[in-house]
């Protein structure tokens, strides 16, 4: 059996820019996509803790060092400039596999800096 589970987390990161009219996609400061081992073009799950929104969509690298987190295109309307989100992502485990598997979780602060890596 494969089952789905939590592969990383950045947990707290601030929305620092939005634009409706991009494409569509979510950028990530590429450091903090490499604490959290996620990667470009990779599909991800957002929870707005600010307005309680969520969604899907995927990565896209941002300045290396920026802190920036963009949300763009229709995701826009779901989260905006100061907004608190927490972004996921998930891998397929064999049952095996189950019993070793760590999420990486990124704790962030209110800048986008990196405070503690878990697991």
């Known amino acids: 059996?494969?089952?789905?589970?939590?592969?990383?987390?950045?947990?707290?990161?601030?929305?620092?820019?939005?634009?409706?009219?991009?494409?569509g996609s979510l950028g990530i400061d590429e450091n903090l996509m490499k604490a959290a081992g996620m990667r470009e073009y990779e599909r991800v799950e957002i929870y707005n803790v600010t307005n309680g929104e969520r969604f899907t969509t995927y990565l896209v690298k941002e300045e290396p060092g920026s802190g920036k987190i963009g949300v763009y295109g229709a995701a826009a309307h779901k989260a905006r400039e100061g907004d608190i989100i927490i972004i996921t992502s998930y891998c397929h485990l064999s049952e095996e596999e189950v019993d070793y598997h760590l999420p990486r979780i990124v704790l962030l602060d209110e800048n986008n800096r990196v405070k503690q890596v878990k697991n």
């Open 1 to 23: 059996m494969i089952m789905l589970y939590l592969k990383s987390k950045l947990h707290r990161a601030r929305v620092t820019y939005s634009d409706i009219n991009y494409e």
